[in-house]
Structure formats: structure tokens, C-alpha cells
């Protein structure tokens, strides 16, 4: 029977961009037979038989129009996200047969599904056969990705002989295992063919497009159809639910970003919680058993999945909703409110739920369908009992809706059809996995906010990285994404607000634009890079071949021009421009041809070691000219490590892939989850072989060997700061990939050749016997090679390393001193070699070079010395020495073992050398220095500190060598750790004093303290040093330093000394009237105190001296009150006893001073009057009570003080206050 068929309605205008559905029919009669009316004709039928309790006007149809809208307004999406469907009942439950069947799923199955039969495991188990490795055997794929051997999706064991079945289990069965995975007597059952059919349908068609074709379709195939329509592999929820997806090794995003979780989650990428993926904590919500309430409607999915009580949160409950089409996820809604890119944990542990325990899941038609079976009773009846249940929620909408349809005008009543969100897509539908393109334009936004379009791009790097894999995986969303993200860029308000403003470009910016610039450089820049990109095309028949074939040889070939199409095998070569095929690698590689791009690459790399090969043959027959010559020119500009492209990694990624033992390969079936974010625990395998590849030889020998001759090119180093810190960034994560794979025998014989090939290439090579001055630095590729030979070829190893120690960017240039500065990539470095932005990275990685083959050379007195001869050769900088030093030293003397003498000696030059380089410079480090290399002389014993005392002047400077080398010598805990005898002791102890002695000629200012304190035990030294003292107290040395003496004689028991250095001192002071908190007034009222006691004649010596040079008015004042408190030469000299006499003021030497204190007073008065303010007047008149008591110690003082008061009220009359305060005190 044929339904009616009329011109298509309009959908209303909210509805305009989805299908409306035709004149719809519904079949109405008893058992003699079904009639087909429309939906007006229905109503009218209807009319005739009104419904006993809703009226006359109301029909069946309307009621089901009213319930559908019902429905849909209970989930967000509204109806703009459904699809139309006809008001007619299902066909097909009844009559089904299986010809009827077959009819209906013949034109689904293609030729490909019989092109290998399926032979009975039994009968092959007997003949000891395994099935035949079927392109695409009839059992369901991707299921078995999700399931582990040996167990079924469901649970069920494979013993049972059932993988996982779905809602209509007896209808089909599906394979227990991949092909040739069974074991020998397993019985392997085949799908059905409604199985077949359906899932070929429920992959490629939408479900309109079936309801279209086919006038009837039976239920049980509607039922299959919805069953295969969800997706059946977790490798999309993951790629849709974390940045990690465990193909690839993401330990570094592209770009140095390190791979992790969503830029919006604000967590470090470089350092992220893998558990805390979206994808792992669904798992962990599916494995706990947090899903609950499965359904599956039509196309939708929904249940409910509890996140667990937390020490900061309660227990909450999600409401998960899915819909899908077509095996990709169209939508999803979560209550829990995600707001990011991708897919929150509820929602993935819903989606991997479906995908393992499909027979767990409650398998329903289309909520339409359920409805067509419907009376009249019962459509009114679910209509009243879902309002009853939701009324809080849609008894608005459900009044506004029956208001509409009782309408004859009114637009609902004009559509034919009713929305239902369960009824799959639409013919006009993009079938694509949901993204959220509005996150993934704010993630956009967020990043640009946080400071601007480079430096800190690691969440951006992210999303690149995910529009890749998106592309690998063949994913339209991919190519989505990163329109987005390039609009966003274009759309942020700053370009044209720079550009009206006119906004100058800030030195990093006009950094970064001058690398793009091609004008005056002979080399590809970005900009030649695009235009060649704009031409490249895939045309090329010898590239064709290459890539769709394993089989394309030329075994006739014999044209062994430079660029042959093929070499003398007959393998074929593909010449271009290194960066650019390997771009076409990645490509393929990008856009899921993984086959193609291991083809290309594998050319590619034969290639390079054909090149490779005839550049050795070139330098060999040039060597002796190059050689004579002693300079080279740059063999390649532009190196293919930190490359923009990044061909060597490309090629190493494309092989390394191919040989990666995972479960896929292993047992048959991708255990997904379980491989997730574990490349690094990845093994790998040397097959499988390829037709190109040489004996022995595998993907993984032919991934390393490309590494290693990318590495070893040698190459100029690039212009610009951010150029420079790519090719560090790039070469390490190259290195961190291959310290990832485990040597064995063949890999060896690779780094052999390779190490051999570098040393022997000539200006091809990095470490080739002349290379360019500009040329990239080997120091931590060399490391890697040194660290990988060492226990195979010791030799070979030392012999790369040392060569690799070179710096040639620094030999032709002076020493500059010291040159230590923080150890970061993009420190710029002034004033040395200003293009060389990662300088200071290069220098430390030279350094751990050296380190490492000191370590490696301990105990081979020969190999210590080329390795001391390099360091001192090649490295130029202080810092670095010093810690090479260091690391020496710690070497020779661990706990375990006796000191290594040699590496010892290694140690201590090291230590001279620095020492030598920052003797004239300042550096805040050098006093540690000192110290250590006394240390490590120590260590060595009696000649070496004996030794750097005799050269103390070209090592230290002459406090250095007094205060800290000399004194350490001659410390207790020196002697006790030497064992010295007392003719060792006396030997030491000399050449200390003479140092001391030298130092104090050289440095009296500085030196002469500790030269007296070293030569305190040797009477002639000690003269001798208290004479240099003497001699230059007169010119070069300050009057603290004499104070500091004298008060050292007279701690000694010297105290006519320490008066003479005390005078000295004080004719070298000055102290201005108002410098009453001077430092050296203490050392003033020590030496007068130290005069008066020594007697009455040293006293009046002094007092002229102090008159001369102290004017400040209290200090005089405390010198005069000491003076007469006590009788001068109390104990004088020899303990000779003066009489006990006071002296008196009145008289010399005592009336000098009084006169000066009394004069200083005066003068202080007036000057502090010149300048007063109100608020010191207080402090003055205590001033002037302090300066009444020093005049009232004169025999006339009264007098004299009263005159003064006098002279003040006259002379500063005007001051009132001031002066009224004056009276009150002093009348």
C-alpha cells in the first residue's frame, strides 16, 4: 500500500532551516481492511465519532500533535533541534517474514562483505588453519575496541560465545574475537544479515532519508537501525574529552606545549593530573557503578550518573542527555553546567556505558512510533499523566500549545507533522560529532587576554594540537575548529584599535617580524615558505606510485645522476626540498593516511642516506684542500632541527608510529582506555620489515637513524631570539624521544655509523673536523651520543664528545671576565655576542658535556687530561669552570672509595683557572671560590696550598689571600686534617707570614691588620709589619683603619704604639659642629682616654691634635669632663703610679680645651639659631643648659655665660617666643 505523497509544507519561521514532514497519513479501519486519510481528513472523520470527554473538535491527531509538543518541551533543545515526523503508526509489527526481510536488506549489502568467505572455525581448527586476515569480516567492529580479550562488553565471558549483544540478542549474535585470535576448536558465529545491513545503514544513511525510501520499514529493523546508530568506539569520547588521547607521545604539544587538560581548567599543562582528564574520571564513574537510569529512545540517550560525596562536596546528581546520528554524537546536556571545550566526565561515562553494556541499556523506537500505537483513550490519558507529573514545569506551555491547536489559524495548526527529538536527522543534517563552538571561542578570547599572541600560547598550543588530531582521525570538526580559532584572532578588537592609533611595534614584535623579512637574506623565510606552500601540488606521478605502493621498484634503473628517481637497488627516492616532503608527510599523516605517509617517509630517508653517503665521497676527495684551508662555509642555512615544519621529527614520529607494540596489534583488539596517556610505556618492535628497508633493518632502526643524522647536520644558527629558542626546544624533545627507546645490538651498529659518519663528514657535519663559526653548537646532542656509546665504544664516545666541546662563536673573542649570569634559554646576552640569544643555554649545555665525561673518565689518568685540556680550551665562562670544578671534586671524594688523586688535580687546576679569569672583575661569588679552592688544595695535601700561596698574586687579591687563604692555612682544623709534623706546621706557617707580609706592602689599608695578626708569633715579621703600618699611615691609610690598629696594640699589651696609631689617626679626622653622632667619636674619646692615661705629657700632646680636629661642641664637652674626673697617668707606663693629683682646668693643657669647648658652644648657638624652626626650641634651651655647664667649669664661667645670654636676646630679639623661653631659663 502506497501512502499519499503531496508537496512539502513550510516549516513556521523558527523552524525554517529543519524538515517539515509531507501530507502525513495515518492507516484508520477494523479487520476488513485499512483505509489511508490525511490529517484533515482525519479530523473530519473524527468529527462524525466525537471523544467522550474532550470534545468534538479534538482528535486523535491533535491530540498526538499536542502530546509530541509536549514531550519536547520537557528537554532542551526546543523544537528548532528535532525533526518533523509524519502523524502515521508504525507498519510494520505485524506480517514480517523473512523473505520480506531479505527484500529490504539486499540493497544495503555490498560486494565487500562476501569477498573472502567465512569459513567455520571448527573445520579450519582441524585442518590447523587460522581464518583468512578478511578486510572487514562480519562481526562487529569497534566493540571489540572497547572490550578486553578474553571478556565480553556486557560481562560475559568469551566462553560463551558471545562478545555482546544487543537489545534483540536472538536476532543477532556477533564474533567472539578478531580473526585469527581464537583458539584452536573456538567456533566463531557470524552476524546476521539484519545486522549487516543495519549497521552499514545506521553508519551512512539518516534515518529520514530510510523513512523515505521505503514505504514500510518492520520493527525489528527500525530496532537494529537505532541499536547501531550510537558509537562504538571510546577513541572519538576520548578525543571529545581530553587533549591526551594516548595515540601519539603528547609529552610536548607542538610548539613546546605540554600536552594535558583543558585550557579552560586552569591547571598547569606542563605538570597535569592525568586522573583528572575528563575521560579517566569517567571511567572511573562508569567502573564505580555511578550510572544509573539508562535509556535509550529513538536516537536519544539519557540516565543519570551521581558524582560521589568529596571532602568539600556533597554527593550530587547529574542528568545526562545524548543525542546521536549516524555512530557521531550530535548533542549533548549536562546539568552539572560544564562549561569548557569538550565533554564533561558524566557525559563520557554515559556515552562508555552504552558503548560496553549495550544489552544493559533499555532499547526504545522513537517516542513517535510508541505514540502511533496509541488510541485515542490512551494518547489523552499520557497527555493528562505527564502534566500531572511535570505541571510545575509545562502546564504553561501545555495551556499555550492546546490554546494553538484548538486555533484554526494558528500557525501550529499549519505544519504537517509534529516534532519529535528522537527521531534521528535529517536528510539536510551535517552529521558531525557536537562541538561546542562557543567555548571554544571564549578559550580563544581567554588566552588572547592573558597576554597576547605568543610567549605564553600553551593552552593555544592545546587546541592546534587537538585540530590535528581531529584531522588525523578524518574529523570535519577539525577543520571547524581551527576556522574558529583564526576568526577569533582576526576578531580581537586590538588589531584595529592598533591600527587607528598607529601603534608602534615594541622591540619583540619588530624582532619577530625582521626573521620574516626575505629582503637581504639569502635564505627561505616564512614568507617564501607560503608561496611555495601555494604551489605545491600531488600530481607527480613517481610521487603517486610512492605512496600508494609497496611494490613500485625499478630494478633496470641506471641513471645515478644526484637527483635519480630511484638508487642502485631500485628503491625508489624522492627529491625535494627536505622541509617540504617532509610536510607532505605529515599531511598524510594529518589527514588519517597513515599507510601513505610511512611510503613517503621511507623514501624520504633513503634519500637522506644516499645524500648522506655522497657528501662523505665529496669531503673525502676535498679533505686535504679544507684541511689547509682551516675555515668552511655553511653547508645548509636552514637546519631541519627547529625547523618550522619540523621535518626530522615528522619523520621520526611517521616511523616510530609503525612499530609501536600496542594491544591493537599484539592481541587483535585496541584496549584503548588502558594504552590512554602511556606512551612512554610503550615498547617497541624491530618489524614488522618493510620491502624497502635493508636486511635487519626496521621502522624503529630507520626512526633513529633519521634522528641521528638530523641532529648531527651541521647548520647555522638562526637570526632572532625566538628562532634560537625552537632549535634548543626542538633538539631536546628529539633527544627525549630517543632516550625513551631501549638500545639493543642493531641500534648500537646505528649510533656507530652515524658517530662515525659525523666525525668523518667534514663541513656536512656538526662534528666534522672544521666547521663554521656560526654553526649550531653539538654540546647536548653529543651528551645523548656519548651517554648511548660510552658502554659499547668508550673510544668512539670520548672522541664525539671532545669534538663536539668546540664554541667557536666565543675563541675569536678576548676574555671578558666573568660572565656568569642566571642559566635560562632566552637570556640576552650584552656585550659578548649580542645574535647569539640562547648563549648562556648553549655555555650550560657545553658544560653537562663536560661533566658527564668527567664522571665517565675517572680513573684514566690519559682520558682526564684531554678532558681537562677541552674544558680549558673551550669553555669561557667562570661560572661554569667553577661548577665543572665542583663536579670533579664531588666525583673524587665520595664516601665510599679513597680520593682520586688525578681527578683531584683536575679539580684544583679547574679552580686556578677561575680564579685567574675573575681576578680583575667583580663577582659576587668569588669569596666562595676562595674558600673551596682552598678546600680542594687542602684535600690534595701540604705542596698544593703551599703552592697557590707562593702564586698567591696571580690568584687572589691581597685581602683574599690574607683574610681567607693564609688564615684558613693557618687554622687548627687545617693542621688537624693534614696530620702535619712541626716541621710541616713551621713550613706553612712561613710561607703564610710572607704572603701576609706581601700582601701588607701591596694593600696596607686592607692587609695590614691580618699581616700583624699572622706575624704575631715571629718577632721580626711582626716589627716588620707594624713598620709598613707606620709608613703608610701618613698617605694611603683612613683614620678608621688606624683606630682599628691601635686598638689592636693595645689589646696586644702595646699601648705607646697604639697611642702613636691613634694619633695619627686623629690628625687625619674631621668633625664639623653639628656631627654629633659621628662613627668615630668613640674612637676620639678612646685615644684621649688612652692619652690621660699614659700621663700628662701624652695628654698635652693629644689635646692640641684633638682642638685641631673635632669641632662639634659635645664631644669636646665629654673629652673635657673625662679628663678631669680622674688624675691623669694613673697607671703609666712600666705600672709606674703618677701622684694623685686632679688636674685643673685653668690650667695647660686643660685650659686649652675648655676655651675651644666653650668657643665651639658659642659658635654651634649661632648657627643653629640661623635656621631654627618652633618646633626645636625646646631642644635648643637643653642645649644651652649643657652649654652653661661647661662654661660655669671656668673660674669667670658665670660671668661669661651671662654675657652670652645677653648677646642672644639682643641679636635675635625678633625671635620672641624663642627668647621669652631663654628668661624663663636663664633670666
Known amino acids: 500500500m502506497m501512502s499519499e505523497r503531496g508537496a512539502s509544507s513550510h516549516a513556521p519561521p523558527s523552524y525554517q532551516h529543519e524538515r517539515c514532514s509531507q501530507t502525513c497519513t495515518r492507516d484508520v479501519g477494523g479487520k476488513e481492511g485499512n483505509r489511508h486519510i490525511s490529517t484533515g481528513s482525519l479530523r473530519q472523520e473524527l468529527a462524525h465519532h466525537p ?87 562480519c562481526c562487529r567492529p569497534g566493540y571489540g575496541s572497547a572490550s578486553r580479550p578474553g571478556q565480553r562488553a556486557g560481562g560475559t565471558s568469551l566462553s560463551s560465545g558471545v562478545l555482546c549483544a544487543g537489545p534483540s540478542s536472538a536476532t543477532a549474535t556477533v564474533a567472539a574475537a578478531a580473526p585469527g585470535l581464537l583458539p584452536l576448536g573456538k567456533i566463531q558465529s557470524p552476524e546476521s544479515l539484519l545486522d549487516i545491513a543495519a549497521r552499514k545503514v545506521a553508519e551512512k544513511w539518516p534515518f529520514q532519508q530510510v523513512e523515505e525510501r521505503f514505504e514500510r520499514i518492520p520493527e525489528p529493523v527500525q530496532r537494529r537501525i537505532v541499536y547501531w546508530s550510537f558509537p562504538r568506539s571510546e577513541k572519538e569520547i576520548c578525543m571529545y574529552s581530553s587533549f591526551n588521547t594516548g595515540t601519539e607521545d603528547l609529552t610536548t604539544a607542538p610548539g613546546g606545549a605540554a600536552g594535558g587538560t583543558a585550557p579552560g581548567g586552569g591547571a598547569d599543562t606542563a605538570a597535569v593530573d592525568e586522573n583528572r582528564l575528563p575521560f579517566r574520571r569517567g571511567i572511573v564513574l562508569l567502573d564505580g557503578g555511578y550510572v544509573d537510569d539508562v535509556l535509550q529512545v529513538g536516537f536519544h540517550l539519557s540516565g543519570t550518573v551521581t558524582d560521589p560525596a568529596m571532602q568539600s562536596e556533597p554527593e550530587t546528581v547529574c542528568n545526562v542527555a545524548i543525542s546521536f546520528d549516524r555512530c557521531k554524537i550530535t548533542s549533548v546536556t549536562c546539568s552539572c553546567g560544564n562549561k569548557d571545550i569538550f565533554y564533561c566526565a558524566h557525559v563520557v561515562a554515559l556515552s562508555l556505558y552504552r558503548i ?44 499555550k500549545l492546546a490554546d494553538e491547536i484548538l486555533s484554526q489559524n494558528s500557525e501550529i495548526n499549519q505544519v504537517h507533522g509534529a516534532p519529535d527529538p528522537t527521531a534521528g536527522a535529517s536528510i539536510d543534517d551535517e552529521n558531525c560529532w557536537h562541538l561546542d563552538e562557543e567555548q571554544v571561542q571564549e578559550q580563544v578570547k581567554l588566552f588572547l587576554s592573558q597576554g597576547g599572541y605568543h610567549g605564553s600560547g600553551k593552552q593555544l598550543n592545546l587546541l592546534f594540537a587537538k585540530v590535528r588530531e581531529m584531522l588525523k582521525m578524518r574529523d570535519s570538526n577539525g577543520a571547524r575548529m581551527l576556522t574558529l580559532i583564526t576568526e ?125 653517503q655522497k657528501q662523505l665521497e665529496m669531503f673525502q676527495a676535498q679533505k686535504k684542500e679544507l684541511l689547509q684551508i682551516g675555515v668552511t662555509s655553511i653547508t645548509n642555512l636552514e637546519g631541519w632541527v627547529g625547523h618550522p615544519l619540523d621535518p626530522i ?62 641532529l648531527g647536520q651541521q647548520r647555522i644558527m638562526p637570526d632572532g631570539l625566538y628562532a634560537q629558542e625552537k632549535v634548543c626546544r626542538n633538539e631536546e624533545q628529539l633527544i627525549s624521544k630517543l632516550q625513551e627507546i631501549e638500545l639493543d645490538d642493531t641500534l648500537v651498529k646505528i649510533f ?137 671534586f664531588k666525583i673524587a671524594t665520595l664516601m665510599d672509595n679513597l680520593p682520586d ?154 699601648p705607646m704604639r697604639a697611642y702613636k696609631l691613634a694619633t695619627l689617626a686623629i690628625t687625619h679626622l674631621n668633625l664639623s659642629y653639628n656631627q654629633d653622632t659621628h662613627p668615630a667619636i668613640n674612637d676620639v674619646l678612646w685615644a684621649c682616654v688612652l692619652s690621660h692615661s699614659l700621663g700628662k705629657n701624652e695628654l698635652a700632646a693629644i689635646i692640641p691634635l684633638v682642638i685641631k680636629s673635632v669641632k662639634c661642641a659635645t664631644v669636646l664637652s665629654d673629652i673635657l669632663r673625662r679628663c678631669t674626673l680622674t688624675t691623669p697617668g694613673m697607671v703609666g707606663l712600666h705600672g709606674r703610679r703618677n701622684s694623685g693629683k686632679f688636674m685643673s682646668v685653668d690650667k695647660a693643657p686643660l685650659r686649652q680645651l675648655l676655651d675651644a669647648t666653650i668657643g665651639a658652644y658659642i659658635n654651634t648657638t649661632h648657627s643653629r639659631l640661623t635656621h631654627i624652626s618652633p618646633r626645636h626650641y625646646s631642644e635648643f634651651i637643653e642645649f644651652l643648659s649643657k652649654a652653661r655647664e661647661t662654661f660655669l667649669m671656668a673660674h669667670d664661667g658665670h660671668m661669661q655665660f651671662t654675657q652670652f645670654i645677653d648677646n642672644l636676646k639682643q641679636i635675635y630679639k625678633g625671635k620672641k617666643k624663642l627668647m621669652m623661653l631663654v628668661r624663663e631659663r636663664f633670666g
Open 649 to 710: 621529527g615528522t619523520l621520526f614520529s611517521s616511523l616510530i608510529e609503525a612499530c609501536r607494540i600496542d594491544d591493537e596489534s599484539f592481541h587483535g583488539f585496541s584496549d584503548f582506555t588502558e594504552n590512554m596517556g602511556q606512551c612512554k610505556s610503550l615498547e617497541y618492535q624491530q618489524l614488522p620489515e618493510h620491502k624497502f628497508l635493508e636486511e635487519g633493518e626496521s621502522y624503529l632502526t630507520l626512526a633513529v637513524e633519521v634522528a641521528l643524522i638530523g
Open 51 to 137: 471523544p467522550p470527554t474532550l470534545g468534538s473538535s479534538f482528535s486523535w491527531a491533535v491530540l498526538f500533535t499536542f502530546m509530541a509538543s509536549i514531550c519536547i518541551r520537557l528537554r532542551p533543545p526546543p523544537w528548532a533541534s528535532s525533526r518533523y515526523r509524519p502523524l502515521r503508526p508504525c507498519k510494520g509489527r505485524r506480517g514480517v517474514t523473512q523473505e520480506w526481510l531479505a527484500a529490504f536488506l539486499v540493497p544495503f549489502i555490498r560486494y565487500t562483505h562476501f569477498r573472502y568467505p567465512l569459513r567455520s572455525g571448527v573445520i579450519m581448527a582441524e585442518r590447523g588453519q587460522l581464518p583468512f586476515p578478511v578486510k572487514r569480516l
Open 901 to 1054: 688523586i688525578t681527578l683531584l688535580k683536575v679539580s684544583l687546576e679547574l679552580g686556578l683557572q677561575v680564579m685567574r679569569m675573575t681576578l680583575s672583575t667583580l663577582n659576587w661569588r668569588r669569596r666562595e671560590m676562595v674558600r673551596w679552592l682552598v678546600t680542594c688544595a687542602t684535600e690534595i695535601g701540604v705542596y698544593a696550598l703551599d703552592s697557590i700561596m707562593q702564586n698567591w698574586f696571580t690568584l687572589f687579591t691581597p685581602t683574599e689571600a690574607t683574610s681567607i687563604v693564609a688564615t684558613t692555612v693557618m687554622s687548627n682544623s687545617t693542621i688537624v686534617h693534614l696530620h702535619l709534623d712541626c716541621h710541616q706546621q713551621e713550613k706553612l706557617a712561613s710561607s703564610a707570614r710572607t704572603l701576609a707580609l706581601q700582601c701588607a706592602m701591596k694593600d696596607p689599608q686592607n692587609c695590614a691588620l691580618s699581616a700583624l695578626t699572622l706575624c704575631e708569633k715571629d718577632h721580626i715579621a711582626f716589627e716588620t709589619a707594624y713598620q709598613i703600618v707606620l709608613n703608610a699611615a701618613t698617605t694611603s691609610m683612613s683614620y678608621s683603619q688606624l683606630f682599628t690598629i691601635a686598638r689592636y696594640m693595645e689589646h696586644r699589651g702595646y
Open 752 to 888: 656507530r655509523k652515524q658517530a662515525v659518519f659525523l666525525l668523518e663528514a667534514g663541513p656536512y657535519s656538526g662534528l666534522g673536523e672544521v666547521i663554521h663559526q656560526d654553526s649550531v653548537p653539538m654540546h647536548t646532542f653529543a651528551k645523548y651520543l656519548f651517554t648511548c656509546l660510552l658502554p659499547h665504544d668508550a673510544e668512539l664516545a670520548f672522541k664525539s664528545a671532545l669534538r663536539a666541546m668546540r664554541l667557536l662563536v666565543l675563541e675569536s673573542m678576548a676574555p671578558l671576565g666573568d660572565t656568569s649570569r642566571p642559566h635560562h634559554i632566552a637570556s640576552v646576552v650584552p656585550n659578548r655576542y649580542p645574535r647569539w640569544f640562547t648563549l648562556s643555554h648553549i655555555e650550560s649545555q657545553q658544560c653537562e658535556l663536560a661533566s658527564t665525561m668527567l664522571t665517565a673518565a675517572k680513573g684514566d689518568v690519559q682520558r682526564l687530561e684531554k678532558v681537562l685540556e677541552s674544558i680549558q680550551k673551550n669553555i669561557h665562562s667562570s661560572s661554569h669552570i667553577f661548577k665543572l670544578a665542583q663536579d670533579a
Open 356 to 399: 560496553r553494556k549495550p544489552d544493559q541499556v533499555k532499547l526504545h523506537l522513537p517516542i513517535s512510533e510508541t505514540l502511533f500505537q496509541m488510541n485515542r483513550d490512551q494518547l489523552q490519558k499520557f497527555v493528562q499523566y505527564l502534566i500531572t507529573v511535570h505541571h510545575t514545569e509545562v502546564l504553561p506551555t501545555a495551556q
Open 488 to 612: 577569533q584572532f582576526m576578531a580581537d578588537p586590538r588589531l584595529s584599535l592598533w591600527t587607528q592609533q598607529g601603534t608602534a611595534m615594541t622591540d619583540k614584535y619588530r624582532q619577530l617580524w625582521d626573521e620574516l623579512d626575505s629582503s637581504n637574506r639569502p635564505r627561505r623565510t616564512v614568507f617564501t615558505r607560503a608561496i611555495e606552500a601555494c604551489e605545491l601540488h600531488w600530481q607527480d606521478s613517481h610521487l603517486q606510485h610512492i605512496i600508494s605502493s609497496d611494490l613500485y621498484t625499478n630494478y633496470c634503473y641506471h641513471e645515478h645522476t644526484e637527483n635519480s628517481l630511484f638508487d642502485s637497488r631500485g628503491w625508489p627516492l624522492w627529491h625535494e626540498h627536505v622541509p617540504t616532503a617532509c610536510a607532505r608527510v605529515d599531511a598524510l599523516r594529518s589527514h588519517g593516511c597513515p599507510q601513505e605517509a610511512l611510503r613517503l617517509a621511507i623514501a624520504i630517508v633513503n634519500t637522506l642516506r644516499r645524500q648522506q
